[in-house]
């Protein structure tokens, strides 16, 4: 089954751009979703089939996806961005959903 | 766009059997691929288990063969029946609503929590 390997924690100044990785064997060919998650709140997702942006979500969230390595970008850093963010991939083989480890996202 | 409440998290001892449920409204469980994830304390997502719209149900390596995915379409709620509890799967449980294979977890209860401990 797939392993999906995030950096545990990015931190990041205010206005400046944040990169959250998520790492896993020819990742191109899986659809990767995001979602972020406050403290004691439900995932949100922020970014779904590799790089579309749900209603809502502000244009700053951005992802991509290549090789081995899929992408979360915010551009523009804000403090409400400060957050856990999880990749998400489907394993169609095993019929089972795998979740990075998670990245904790802190503006400095 | 919907909302999911799950319930039925508690204490219970190692070994022991709990039932989490979790009612739907706003669109159809049996019309979507429903799914459980968790959340041990201050750990990441763990996937548990999807139910398909056409029954088949899948799960984790983890829980296989001690949980129980399932639910009632006239009531329109999603049930994980959990037995043979261990320490391990003290996490907060949460429902969320895949609208198709492959799609992202769209709509997500506000979870509910299991302690297993004597």
């Known amino acids: 089954s797939h392993v999906l390997t995030q950096p545990p924690s990015v931190s990041v100044a205010p206005g400046k751009t944040a990169t959250i990785t998520c790492a896993g064997n020819n990742i191109v060919i899986s659809d990767v979703h995001w979602y972020q998650q406050r403290p004691g709140q439900a995932p949100v997702v922020v970014i779904y089939?590799?790089?579309d942006r749900p209603t809502g979500i502000p244009e700053r969230f951005s992802g991509s996806n290549s090789g081995n390595t899929a992408t979360l970008t915010i551009s523009r850093v804000e403090a409400g961005d400060e957050a856990d963010y999880y990749c998400?991939?489907?394993?169609?083989?095993?019929?089972?959903?795998?979740f990075g480890g998670g990245t904790k996202l802190t503006v400095l | 766009e919907g909302q999911l409440v799950e319930s039925g998290g508690g204490l219970i001892q190692p070994g022991g059997s709990l039932r989490l449920s979790c009612a739907a409204s706003g669109f159809s469980v049996s019309l979507n691929y429903m799914n459980w994830v968790r959340q041990a304390p201050g750990k990441g997502l763990e996937w548990v288990s999807v139910i398909y719209t056409a029954g088949d149900t899948y799960y984790a390596d983890s829980v296989k063969g001690r949980f129980t995915i399932s639910r009632d379409n006239s009531k329109n709620i999603l049930y994980l029946q959990m037995n043979s509890l261990r320490a391990e799967d003290t996490a907060v449980y949460y429902c969320?609503?895949?609208?198709?294979?492959?799609?992202?977890?769209?709509?997500w209860g506000h979870g509910t929590m299991v302690t297993v401990s004597s």
């Open positions: 998400q991939v489907r394993d169609s083989s095993s019929h089972q959903e795998v």
């Open positions: 969320a609503r895949e609208e198709s294979p492959s799609d992202a977890f769209d709509v």
């Open positions: 089939y590799d790089s």
